[in-house]
């Protein structure tokens, strides 16, 4: 078993490699295959894996030493439970899927095995991040996504947006990364392991400790290890006010914001939070910021999502709202709810991306939605499947998204951790936000008038078999994948991976008031979330099919509200004012003033100016006229007989 | 153990080599002064790798040991040896003439015997540095790495080579001398003894110990260079020819880390642990003021400069939370710094040798053209802010670890190269190499050649060894480090 746990993350490594340092030796067809086969055998190695984990199969061991330091031994190693298996199969089912689309939608790129060496490479680091048994494989991997994460969002270098969205996502993940590398240094510095059988077994005593931060002020040192960790969740999966990078870096290629921006990567802070239960649970402050900041992120960029025309970044705030239903999730201890959505959203999410890259091919990569309409004829496969993946969205069943993130609102609704209630109703806010901007995206892109040119139109027809057969293998799960409710969510299905403690009782709540996914369907038909996508459904209905001029008098009339919602609540100026702008301000200043003037300028300059004023005076004496010389001689000599008089004289000594 | 004097054959190996590369004479002999000089570089590195193969963990006594009268009036002795701290710096050492003089090959058109030499000269003399056993044979080299480094910069520097060259001399120097009056001091309250091992065993008071600390503080830190006694370095680095610029980085600047180590650390523990509150400040310092600094410089040799300050910071932090974790991060950190910034400076020096400027703003979209050169100079851009998996986390990683086990916020600020590390480099990676193609110039660059290829593979190979398998350098470390530590620990008094 051992070495299968080892092909799965190597596999990919090896396609990365091949393709990435022989892609011009082996062409474009053998980059793809090669690394399609590799993925392949990834994915089917993790179903392999999955069905041994649920008859109870459980890893954790070492694969090799890292380092060893005083007493402590930092190694590399896997652990798999269900937690694990269910992300392994979620990451390399998507990227194999991706890797298939890639085929089509990078055809004609000059980079097409340069892609396909990145994709693979970031697969091999997703995997590496799920399968950790400690803090520092788990960071390893963490930073080995982001760096994949900034070499595709900047894959077309030559666009100066791309290069900047790149940079500032790495940058704001840095600021998570931070964070997140200080938690772990907490953990080892009060643990003296990294482990996290070690860490978990420690939790307890954790808890008792306290540490002073300022001043005198005394905290308990697990709220502050649980805040700094999920500092880098919020980095990673976009929380407010981390989320700037998100929506900047649908620069990148379609199908890794498929892949990265949407199905795994951004959920590596859901699926972080989620295995350090064992500590988040300990800390009721800790929670309370996890599902509040979960909550904030979940409304506020619902409601950006429906002022952007750009189809892309509709999908990319729906994402950041998605995730922050997860993290809110995360913070109402419902782990498993989080990890439900996580996994629904990988798949309905994707659907939308590489439906939305469908798209854009079809309509030579416009991106705006406004120039869209009517593309339903064209494109049917990919309306289809679009469909699917925005009724997913949206929370209307029997999709998957339904379940998933009904759980989460009903496990808002139950939990008694302090921020429940203004997260409930943000999350139920979400809701009709949700149902709006999903369908509007529905109805600008696929409904109505065509408002393309002529050429374009011409030109429309649909993608070819390899973009559309990921497209329906995703929607499937999109569909069906919520009907495994009763085994995931209520069938103790994460066992020991995920730990509760008793008095957190929103899960509890959640399996007492479920009676089968029919009577879920039919309760769900009957509360409030439903009509409230309903209604957000109606409204874009109304708004985008009836009365296509009514949103540009509503923006009109709310003209203020609405520009500041446009402009994504104004981050993006106000960081790079103050951070990007900030930091040069503080560097030149430090430079010119410390290093230049100071430093430079007066004491190294300054010692050998005065050292040459000094050497200039001198020479004034040297003139080399012997009667100056003898006359000094004698000057001196007097000098010296008349001293005990001169000094008398002058009234010192006596 | 081997039988041949291994550590006198890696000091005098490349100092032969490089009597005969002198011995060809003026430039019509030029390729075999090349050819000489790159089999002496490699004969020089050779007889290095018994060291490690033959270097017994388990010990934290010194190995290899040579001893022989050498000024018997003062009772100074050619004393050599080496433990777990100063092995891996001959090694280091070793293989970066190598790469150097690989680097040199076709840029070095005029005085090309001389130039060759000079590297081997202070190749040999830095080795002598780290084995010298003997406090006065140490200031001997010491003090003599000076001046083929002068001349580096002095015969084959840009436009403002004199100003450096003399800044770098006289600014180095007067921190010397501090440290020689320190010698003579501990020789003479030693009862005439130059043995560092016999200082390490002398009792001293506070006092005395405060005095002789800033006493080598002013050599070691200037040669660091620490924070404010800096401002050398960027210099130095933008005038010297690249082979200079990387010696100075990867070899020269750990001369005076490695003297805390030797000096600071063992024969005045107490000193140490009363003035670490200090050397801590002055390394947080170095690490986010000189970051910020790295962000607004315009030349990409001055930017790299500060960077390495920026890192150096890390070592001299490491060394003064005095747990296994910092001292071991620093040693690593000192080795990964002379990789990543032996191959940051040789990046600029291929796109210098092609544009004839370090200036970013002459620079943008070179991926286009140069793009094997833009995968190797991501991938040491990311090394140099401390990617996992690059040899630049190892170091960064372990001190902050260090770091958190004595205080949060010194933690705090350590860790904040994070951003300011990616920061600075990403952004002039995203300047120099993406975007559209800037100028003609740019436009007209070719990609790296084979020789270029082989350089920068051999150290990228380096870089990334040892960031996924760290092991078995900290193995060798960890006897010499623990007795070190246990030793800092007793009070001289």
């Known amino acids: ?654 | 153990m081997s039988s041949y004097p291994l550590l006198s054959l890696s000091i005098w190996t490349p100092i032969v080599a490089g009597l005969l590369v002198l011995a060809t004479g003026d430039d019509r002999q030029a390729l075999l002064a090349r050819r000489l000089a790159l089999l002496g570089a490699l004969l020089g590195f050779v007889v290095t790798l018994p060291l490690y193969t033959g270097f017994d963990r388990a010990s934290a006594a010194m190995q290899f040991v040579e001893q022989a009268l050498w000024i018997p009036h003062f009772n100074v002795y050619y004393h050599l040896g080496v433990d777990g701290i100063a092995m891996p710096f001959i090694l280091l050492n070793s293989f970066i003439t190598v790469i150097v003089v690989l680097a040199g090959w076709t840029v070095i058109e005029n005085r090309v015997a001389l130039y060759f030499a000079a590297f081997l000269f202070l190749s040999g003399i830095m080795n002598g540095v780290f084995a010298a056993q003997d406090s006065l044979l140490f200031y001997v080299f010491f003090e003599a790495t000076l001046i083929p480094m002068f001349i580096i910069v002095g015969v084959w520097g840009g436009p403002n080579r004199v100003y450096a060259a003399l800044k770098f001399f006289l600014y180095t120097l007067m921190g010397s001398l501090f440290m020689l009056v320190a010698l003579l001091y501990l020789y003479d309250h030693s009862g005439g003894s130059f043995a560092m091992a016999d200082w390490k065993a002398l009792p001293l008071g506070l006092e005395a110990q405060q005095w002789l600390f800033f006493a080598f503080l002013a050599a070691f830190a200037v040669k660091v260079p620490m924070w404010p006694v800096h401002t050398w370095l960027p210099d130095a680095h933008v005038e010297a020819p690249t082979g200079g610029s990387v010696v100075l980085a990867a070899i020269m600047l750990k001369l005076g880390a490695y003297g805390f180590l030797r000096f600071s650390l063992p024969v005045l523990p107490d000193a140490s642990r009363n003035l670490a509150w200090l050397m801590i400040a002055l390394s947080l310092v170095a690490v986010v003021y000189i970051g910020f600094v790295a962000l607004v410089q315009l030349d990409m040799k001055k930017l790299i400069a500060y960077s390495s300050i920026s890192h150096m910071g890390f070592v001299t932090l490491g060394f003064f939370i005095f747990n296994a974790y910092g001292v071991e991060g620093a040693l690593i950190q000192m080795i990964s710094h002379g990789f990543i910034s032996a191959a940051m400076f040789l990046c600029v020096g291929v796109m210098y040798d092609r544009m004839h400027s370090r200036m970013i703003a002459d620079y943008g979209g070179v991926v286009h053209r140069m793009p094997k050169f833009a995968a190797f100079m991501m991938l040491f851009s990311m090394a140099n802010c401390g990617l996992p998996a690059t040899s630049g986390f190892v170091g960064e990683f372990m001190v902050i670890m260090g770091a958190m086990q004595v205080s949060f916020w010194i933690a705090f600020l350590a860790a904040s190269t994070l951003i300011l590390g990616a920061a600075y480099t990403l952004w002039m990676y995203k300047r120099v190499i993406f975007g559209p193609i800037a100028n003609d110039h740019v436009a007209a660059l070719t990609d790296v050649n084979a020789r270029e290829i082989v350089i920068l593979s051999v150290l990228a190979l380096a870089v990334l060894v040892l960031g996924v398998y760290p092991l078995p350098l900290s193995e060798i470390m960890h006897a010499s480090v623990n007795e070190l530590l246990r030793h800092v620990a007793l009070s001289k008094f």
């Open chain 1, 1 to 654: 078993m051992k070495a299968l746990y080892l092909l799965i993350p190597l596999a990919p490594l090896f396609g990365a490699l091949v393709a990435g340092l022989l892609g011009h030796a082996i062409g474009r067809g053998g980059a793809h295959r090669i690394t399609i086969a590799s993925v392949l055998i990834s994915f089917i190695a993790a179903v392999v894996v999955f069905q041994d984990v649920l008859s109870g199969g459980t890893f954790n061991g070492s694969v090799y030493t890292w380092i060893t330091s005083g007493t402590t031994r930092l190694e590399i190693g896997f652990l798999i439970d269900r937690l694990s298996a269910t992300m392994m199969l979620v990451v390399t089912f998507v990227s194999l899927m991706v890797h298939i689309y890639t085929i089509g939608y990078m055809k004609e790129d000059p980079g097409y095995q340069r892609f396909f060496a990145y994709i693979s490479l970031f697969t091999f680091s997703m995997l590496m991040l799920v399968m950790s048994n400690n803090f520092l494989q788990l960071f390893f991997g963490w930073e080995a996504v982001g760096l994949v994460s900034y070499l595709l969002i900047g894959f077309w270098y030559e666009r100066p947006t791309a290069i900047y969205a790149n940079m500032k996502a790495f940058l704001v993940n840095r600021v998570g990364d931070f964070g997140f590398l200080l938690g772990i240094a907490l953990i080892l510095a009060h643990v003296g392991s990294l482990d996290y059988a070690a860490v978990f077994s420690q939790a307890n005593a954790l808890a008792g400790q306290s540490i002073q931060l300022l001043g005198s002020q005394t905290w308990m040192l697990l709220t502050v290890i649980c805040i700094c960790l999920f500092i880098g969740a919020m980095g990673k999966s976009a929380q407010f006010p981390l989320h700037v990078w998100l929506p900047d870096s649908m620069e990148g290629p379609t199908p890794i914001s498929a892949l990265i921006h949407a199905a795994t990567m951004v959920t590596a802070g859901i699926f972080m939070v989620a295995r350090m239960s064992p500590l988040f649970e300990l800390s009721d402050t800790a929670l309370s910021v996890v599902m509040v900041i979960g909550a904030i992120t979940a409304l506020s960029m619902a409601v950006v999502a429906i002022t952007q025309f750009d189809i892309k970044r509709v999908v990319a705030y729906s994402t950041l709202s998605q995730l922050g239903y997860m993290t809110a999730a995360l913070g109402a201890s419902a782990y498993p709810a989080a990890i439900f959505h996580l996994m629904t959203h990988a798949f309905f999410k994707a659907v939308l991306f590489l439906g939305a890259g469908s798209v854009i091919m079809a309509m030579h990569h416009e991106q705006d939605m406004r120039r869209m309409g009517g593309l339903r004829q064209y494109l049917p496969i990919t309306y289809l499947t679009v469909l699917i993946g925005a009724l997913a969205n949206a929370g209307f069943p029997p999709f998957a998204g339904f379940f998933s993130k009904d759980s989460i609102i009903e496990a808002l609704h139950a939990s008694h951790t302090p921020g429940a209630g203004f997260a409930w109703a943000c999350a139920l806010a979400g809701v009709f936000f949700g149902g709006l901007y999903s369908l509007r995206l529905v109805f600008m892109t696929f409904h109505g008038h065509p408002r393309m040119d002529a050429h374009t139109r011409s030109h429309l027809h649909e993608s070819p078999w390899v973009v559309t057969l990921p497209l329906v293998l995703l929607a499937i799960p999109s569909i069906a994948a919520g009907w495994s409710i009763g085994t995931v969510l209520f069938g103790d299905f994460f066992s020991t991976a995920i730990q509760i403690s008793p008095q957190h009782t929103a899960m509890a709540t959640l399996l007492h008031e479920y009676h089968g996914v029919v009577a879920m369907m039919l309760h769900g038909l009957t509360a409030l979330p439903f009509w409230l996508a309903l209604a957000g459904a109606v409204t874009a209905w109304y708004l985008y099919i009836v009365r296509p001029d009514l949103p540009k008098v509503i923006a009109g009339q709310f003209g203020m509200l609405y520009a500041v919602v446009e402009r994504k609540y104004g981050f993006d100026e106000l960081f790079s004012w103050l951070f990007a702008g900030g930091a040069r301000v503080v560097g030149a200043g430090l430079w010119k003033a410390g290093d230049q003037t100071l430093i430079d300028g007066l004491i190294v300059n300054g010692s050998a100016r005065v050292v040459g004023w000094s050497a200039r005076l001198m020479r004034l004496v040297q003139t080399g006229r012997v009667y100056q010389y003898a006359f000094t001689m004698v000057f001196g000599v007097l000098l010296l007989l008349w001293w005990p008089k001169i000094r008398f004289f002058f009234g010192f000594g006596h």
